[in-house]
């Protein structure tokens, strides 16, 4: 039996390693070593095992009107027991939820990663085993800033002002349900070209930040 620590990052494009360009899509993913997973697992160094659990545009717990692949807290569950036994769970979501189509509020959008934060701490014993649910790390993603294509505009119309109160609503959530939480907008901004993504200095940033706080956690 392994005595690496595991660790789920489960996110969105942010997690994914979504490359920013100026037209927004399509495009390619940085590879692992620049992702801040990757940089983290560098950081953190050989007694740790991290998984990638990243979809570009998945939202907290929300259905997407165009893709059903979306929701976060449809997947999350199976994901938890795929990859059991885990320390850590490091969730960041939460940018998909402020587009203008779904209409929901910063504190709606901390009560949607509220659902994820129960449905780990509920993941004890997975499918057929006696593991214990992981800790959680919720991460707040960091405000988005200005964006060159009108659709990404119109696409994330209201997210602007959304985006820079959910790291307030995040850790109100978290210090409620006694999670671990960390404001990504602490470290970084959104400094790729599209307004949205992270540039590879932004992944390197963010992935230092959240190795110490993970190595706080598991170290307390």
């Known amino acids: 039996m392994?005595?690496?620590?595991?660790?789920?990052?489960?996110?969105?494009s942010l997690t994914w390693g979504w490359i920013p360009v100026i037209e927004g899509a399509p495009t390619y993913r940085y590879p692992f070593e620049q992702r801040w997973a990757g940089v983290m697992a560098s950081q953190l160094g050989d007694g740790f095992h991290i998984i990638e659990?990243?979809?570009?545009?998945?939202?907290t717990s929300l259905d997407d009107p165009n893709d059903p692949r979306l929701n976060g807290s449809h997947y999350l569950p199976?994901?938890?027991?795929?990859?059991?036994?885990?320390?850590?769970?490091?969730?960041?979501?939460g940018t998909n939820?402020?587009?203008?189509?779904?209409h929901r509020t910063p504190f709606e959008i901390a009560n949607g990663m509220a659902k994820l934060v129960g449905q780990i701490g509920a993941s004890?014993?997975?499918?057929?085993?006696?593991?214990?649910?992981?800790?959680?790390?919720?991460?707040?993603?960091?405000?988005?800033?200005?964006?060159?294509?009108?659709?990404?505009?119109?696409m994330f119309g209201g997210g602007h002002e959304k985006t820079a109160e959910l790291g307030e609503h995040y850790k109100n959530m978290a210090d409620f349900m006694k999670v671990d939480f960390l404001n990504a907008g602490d470290f970084i901004t959104t400094d790729g070209v599209d307004g949205i993504h992270f540039t590879a200095q932004n992944n390197m940033d963010l992935g230092k930040a959240i190795a110490k706080k993970v190595h706080d956690i598991l170290n307390a």
């Open 78 to 93: 199976a994901a938890l027991a795929s990859h059991l036994p885990l320390d850590l769970v490091i969730v960041m979501l």
């Open 97 to 102: 939820d402020t587009k203008s189509f779904f």
């Open 2 to 12: 392994s005595d690496k620590k595991s660790i789920l990052c489960y996110g969105d």
């Open 124 to 154: 004890a014993g997975g499918i057929g085993t006696p593991y214990r649910a992981p800790k959680t790390l919720v991460v707040a993603p960091p405000p988005l800033t200005p964006m060159p294509h009108p659709f990404f505009q119109g």
């Open 53 to 59: 659990e990243g979809l570009s545009a998945r939202t």
